[in-house]
């Protein structure tokens, strides 16, 4: 009995159905190449625009962090930007902590001068 069965998971005793080593490795290439082109290649390229962003920051620009505080740039070192957030009120973030570079036309929302 068990003779039989071992004859037939061989594949010898009929036709093989056997593809080939390339019809096997075709699903995985093009799952590959689905994650590269949906996944990989776009969070690359945010990546290198934030790196590029980080490093045009100058003084007198005006920034927000991760954490949403938004001011104006007073000082520079490598690691570390002090940002002005209101009058005489100075912070240091460390510069991977910049989320976006606020440019032109977008400045920061006035303070209202409403009295309640």
Not at 4 to 14: D, L
Not at 23 to 28: E, I, K, M, R, V
Not at 89 to 94: F, L, M, S, Y
Request: charged share 20%; no cysteine; net charge positive.
């Amino acid at each position: 009995m068990f003779e039989s069965v071992a004859w037939a998971m061989t594949g010898q005793g009929g036709a093989s159905g056997g593809g080939g080593g390339y019809a096997t490795l075709l699903p995985l290439v093009l799952m590959f190449a689905i994650f590269y082109f949906l996944l990989i290649r776009p969070q690359q390229k945010k990546a290198k625009d934030h790196k590029a962003m980080l490093a045009s920051v100058q003084k007198g620009d005006t920034i927000v962090t991760q954490g949403g505080l938004q001011g104006k740039v007073t000082g520079l070192t490598d690691a570390y930007l002090t940002v002005e957030i209101a009058d005489k009120v100075r912070v240091k973030v460390a510069r991977g902590f910049i989320s976006a570079k606020v440019t032109g036309g977008q400045t920061p929302p006035a303070e209202s001068s409403e009295k309640k």
